[in-house]
């Protein structure tokens, strides 16, 4: 089994910066990827950008490039998501989701991911 915690969501302006944070414990080493997720009330989990563990490979949701930059701590288990030049169309809960499953490249869809944190609310104020 696998824990994730996700931190470091919050209230910010427009503009502004975030650093989300996602601990992994368990059985951390059968990783194969990690990424982020989004979700708004009423609308399907959407992909914000992914990191395979070997590579490492990276992927990014057209809406956040140059504006987000995924990365790992691999001592500590973390993966941290940089949120720079936030906009409201952000504000959602962010989740970090890991992947035991053998994959080559990011798979932006959710159902490929097995574990997935509690999430935290990230609000973008105009």
């Known amino acids: 089994q696998v824990q994730l915690v996700e931190s470091g969501g919050g209230l910010v302006q427009a503009g502004g910066s975030l650093r989300l944070s996602c601990a992994a414990s368990g059985r951390t080493f059968s990783t194969y990827g990690m990424t982020w997720f989004r979700q708004v009330p009423g609308k399907e989990r959407e992909f914000v950008a992914g990191m395979t563990w070997s590579g490492p490979s990276t992927r990014y949701a057209d809406s956040v490039k140059g504006r987000f930059t995924i990365s790992r701590d691999n001592a500590k288990n973390t993966l941290f998501l940089q949120m720079n030049s936030l906009k409201s169309s952000d504000t959602a809960v962010y989740y970090c989701?890991?992947?035991?499953?053998?994959?080559?490249?990011?798979?932006?869809?959710?159902?490929?991911?097995?574990?997935w944190g509690q999430g935290t609310q990230v609000t973008v104020s105009s």
């Open positions: 989701a890991l992947r035991v499953r053998p994959v080559v490249v990011v798979t932006p869809l959710w159902r490929e991911y097995d574990y």
